[in-house]
């Protein structure tokens, strides 16, 4: 027997009028029983107010409808309600009109989003959207002044113009720019101008077309007259770094872009700097050849004032350069290296106040021992070395130096060099050792303001004991010791050092550093790595100006000594240098928020109640008193053992330990007996200063593994597709091919 349904809102409690079954089970009679049975619906109905006249007559005329559709249904179906069916509807009749939901918001009173007229005759209410709490406040955009909006959106175009930037950040910084400029009128000048400043035709980040095209592109937009553009582009680009086999090399209007062709229409050039990924790590294609060849003379045609109108911004006056980028693969032989120190006394590049040179070797490179150490060739080498040096040196006002891939670059080349220096980068120079760079710092290290060493396969850490006397002035220092293979399938990229760093040598570290970032440190041992890490805390409280930290360490040593070491220092290090910052502040508004202070808890006014509360017994007493010693107790032996590990008395007395372990175990010592005659030994030989907070450093960031560097690492980006070609969501309309 089919079981009475409950009234839903298919079928309303008034049509459902079922009698009782013929037997009767705990279930039907719960189910009559309940509040919501149709009996007990229909007793409630009839004692409703008159409120309800409307409402009862849709229900008269859908019990009508009902009856109607019971009648014509068989009689086996008769005794129960049956859901009605469509087919049982006789056409001609007009279907019933829609039953009303009933709801109780009358008797709730009204909602949270309707307005009551404070009238007393008026009835009705008119719904409002909800008020926010705080009203966030936004600066006036689009009357903002020009300078500031281009202050703005310099800081966006930072990643631009670093030839260091990833990928990934050139291409969202450009998006962004792009974005900008289209929103309303007020931005679409800074946006540009900051774009155009550094176009990116040096980084490979994604184009939506061929680089090619887009240089081209680029270069008929500056041939525009002025008055046909938006904004007038030409003396917007200040700085230009072409990526060459993607720019120079290609063709343009089916001939070889010509040099002159670029800089003809740029009246505001200061930075020009030729780019080859040859020329890029792992620096295994050094000696190979390109066709592009830039002559002396196209290179003085190209800066050259050429006749123009003032007006439309022309370029009438000559191009004074302040960086310039030397590279022997792509200058012809009227470039070389014993014509530069004349070349540098053109207007144009007497005041260049950077210069690279790079891919600049020595005569002897790549010959046999026996050639190498003639005296003939030692020469010429000596030779090169002067050319080079003069080269510098006809520069009076050079502050930035770049080495890069120079075998000419040794102790002999960094005496010669200006001491008026303030910005020295050696980047991939196997020739400069700790030796040399010792003796330089100490002659020509006064003006220097940051130290760039990478990939430097013959420097090690001896020179940091003189960093503090040496360099006073120094704010950056910036080393990568991983090193790259010379042959693809030899194994020739181990440091050629014999030691890091040893116990004895003590970096010292200047008033005025900024950051320092050394990666890549290994080939030394556990006594000088503490040795290193002792100099910085030591030396805390003399660094004031200090803000960036980051290590990788790698140490060849026992995995428990490496573990111990860097649960030690890294903890130290983050508890001494790094800042505690406070939460963020919302930036969606710019008033201050009310902060809310937590309601104080009342103060009893009668003791009574606690009076009336037990006291403890004794076993109870005593027991919170020993643990309260024990807690006590175990943290000041936690906080001994963490101050005095740092030193390396844990580390030396190691293998002491190790041997009486046996011994104190036989005997039955516990762990606590060890622990305790540990920490009495060595607080013995350590002092009990107290330790300087620094605590200005936003970053602070130390590894410690044994993991060999590799020529790249791999991390997780490397395995993740992009999200611009990632394959799109499935939303089940494919075709089944079992179909």
Not at 342 to 369: C, D, E, I, M
Request: contains cysteine; charged residues 25%; hydrophobic residues 30%.
């Amino acid at each position: 027997m089919d079981r009475p349904r409950r009234a839903v809102r298919s079928n309303p409690s008034r049509a459902a009028k079922a009698k009782r079954p013929v037997r009767e089970t705990r279930s039907t009679v719960a189910y009559f029983a309940s509040p919501s049975s149709p009996s007990s619906l229909s007793s409630s109905s009839s004692s409703s107010s008159s409120d309800d006249d409307a409402d009862l007559d849709l229900d008269d005329d859908y019990e009508d409808y009902e009856r109607y559709s019971i009648n014509t249904r068989s009689r086996t179906q008769r005794n129960y309600p049956i859901r009605k069916r469509k087919n049982t509807i006789n056409e001609d009749l007009a279907p019933p009109r829609k039953y009303p939901r009933r709801t109780l918001r009358g008797a709730q009173g009204p909602s949270d989003k309707t307005i009551i007229p404070r009238t007393p005759k008026s009835t009705a209410t008119t719904p409002t959207s909800a008020i926010p709490t705080t009203s966030a406040v936004y600066p006036p955009w689009e009357t903002t002044p020009y300078l500031v909006l281009l202050c703005v959106f310099d800081h966006v175009a930072a990643p631009i113009r670093d030839p260091s930037s990833r990928r990934e950040d050139v291409f969202e910084t450009v998006t962004s720019l792009l974005s900008a400029a289209r929103t309303c009128k007020a931005f679409t000048e800074p946006a540009l101008a900051n774009l155009y400043k550094c176009p990116p035709f040096h980084h490979p980040w994604r184009y939506t077309k061929a680089p090619s095209l887009s240089f081209s592109q680029f270069i008929d937009t500056l041939n525009l007259p002025s008055g046909t553009t938006v904004i007038n582009y030409r003396p917007r680009v200040e700085i230009l770094r072409l990526a060459v086999r993607t720019t120079l090399i290609q063709k343009h209007n089916a001939n070889y872009v010509s040099l002159p062709d670029v800089v003809q229409n740029l009246p505001r050039l200061s930075h020009l700097e030729f780019y080859h990924e040859f020329d890029e790590p792992p620096y295994r294609k050094l000696d190979e050849h390109v066709r592009f060849k830039c002559s002396a003379d196209e290179l003085i045609r190209t800066l050259e004032p050429r006749a123009g109108d003032e007006q439309s911004n022309d370029r009438t006056t000559l191009t004074e350069l302040k960086s310039w980028r030397w590279n022997s693969r792509l200058t012809s032989e009227s470039l070389s290296l014993d014509r530069l120190e004349q070349f540098h006394s053109n207007p144009s590049f007497a005041t260049l106040r950077k210069v690279a040179f790079v891919n600049y070797q020595l005569p002897s490179w790549g010959l046999t021992p026996r050639l190498r150490d003639s005296e003939e060739m030692q020469q010429q080498n000596a030779c090169k070395i002067t050319e080079l040096s003069a080269c510098i040196s006809a520069l009076p006002s050079l502050e930035h130096l770049v080495l890069e891939s120079c075998t000419l670059v040794n102790g002999v080349l960094l005496q010669r060099l200006p001491q008026t220096l303030k910005h020295l980068e050696l980047i991939n120079c196997w020739e400069v050792t700790a030796e040399g760079l010792y003796e330089f710092l100490l002659t020509h290290g006064g003006h220097l303001q940051s130290l760039t060493l990478n990939h430097c396969q013959s420097l090690s850490l001896a020179f940091l004991p003189v960093l503090r006397s040496a360099c006073p002035n120094l704010q950056h220092l910036y080393m990568d010791l991983s090193y790259f293979r010379h042959h693809e399938h030899y194994a020739d990229n181990k440091p050629e050092y014999e030691t890091l760093l040893t116990e004895d040598q003590v970096p010292t570290w200047p008033f005025s550093i900024q950051s320092i970032e050394i990666l890549h440190m290994r080939k030394w041992g556990r006594r000088a790595a503490e040795t290193f890490f002792g100099s910085l805390v030591q030396s805390a409280r003399d660094l004031p100006q200090l803000r960036h930290l980051a290590f990788r360490v790698a140490l060849d040593i026992g995995w428990r000594q490496r573990l111990e070491l860097r649960e030690f220092w890294v903890d130290k290090m983050t508890k001494v240098f790094k800042r505690k910052s406070r939460p963020p502040r919302n930036s969606s508004i710019l008033h201050d928020t009310p902060v809310e202070v937590p309601p104080s808890r009342p103060k009893r006014r009668s003791t009574r109640i606690a009076d009336l509360s037990p006291a403890p017994t004794s076993s109870e007493s005593e027991r919170s008193c020993v643990s309260k010693k024990g807690i006590a107790r175990a943290s000041a032996m936690s906080k001994e053992l963490k101050r005095l590990k740092g030193s390396g008395m844990l580390l030396k007395e190691r293998d002491a330990d190790d041997e009486e372990s046996e011994d104190e175990l036989a005997a039955g010592h516990s762990d606590q007996t060890r622990l305790n005659r540990k920490v009495k030994k060595i607080s013995r030989h350590s002092s009990g200063n107290d330790e300087y907070i620094h605590g200005l450093c936003d970053v602070v960031d130390i590894q410690v593994d044994n993991h060999r560097p590799m020529e790249r690492q791999f991390d997780m980006d490397d395995f993740l597709d992009p999200v611009e070609e990632s394959d799109p969501d499935w939303d089940g309309g494919d075709v089944d091919v079992f179909d």
